[in-house]
């Protein structure tokens, strides 16, 4: 089972960026994922990664959202520009699909207006 460290996060303004991590011993032979679940809300997909690193998002994050691996230091990356107050949630990386015990806490991500 991957453990998985997120780092990244915190408030930021509308218009900001930011880059959250995920960092594990066993990503590098996962498809992995970034879900998020805004408040009220249900959790949904972000991007996701293959092994091989070809990427995947979601059709109305296109754009400001970009998923990356390093090999070397067995980490994820969700890079987020342009950042919206409606991208307030919590962000979490899990494997692809999604490991029902591989949620952890999530980090939290708060954009103000």
């Known amino acids: 089972q991957v453990q998985l460290v997120k780092s990244g996060g915190g408030l930021v303004q509308a218009g900001g960026s930011m880059r959250l991590s995920c960092a594990g011993s066993?990503?590098?032979?996962?498809?992995m994922a970034w879900y998020r679940q805004a408040p009220g809300k249900q959790r949904e997909f972000v991007a996701r990664?293959?092994?091989?690193?070809?990427?995947s998002y979601q059709n109305s994050l296109r754009g400001r959202f970009t998923v990356a691996r390093d090999y070397a230091e067995n980490t994820v990356y969700l890079q987020i520009n342009s950042l919206k107050p409606e991208d307030t949630a919590v962000y979490y990386c899990?494997?692809?699909?999604?490991?029902?015990?591989?949620w952890g806490q999530g980090t939290q991500v708060t954009v103000s207006s």
């Open positions: 066993g990503i590098n032979n996962r498809a």
């Open positions: 899990n494997t692809f699909p999604p490991n029902t015990n591989g």
């Open positions: 990664i293959s092994i091989t690193g070809v990427t």
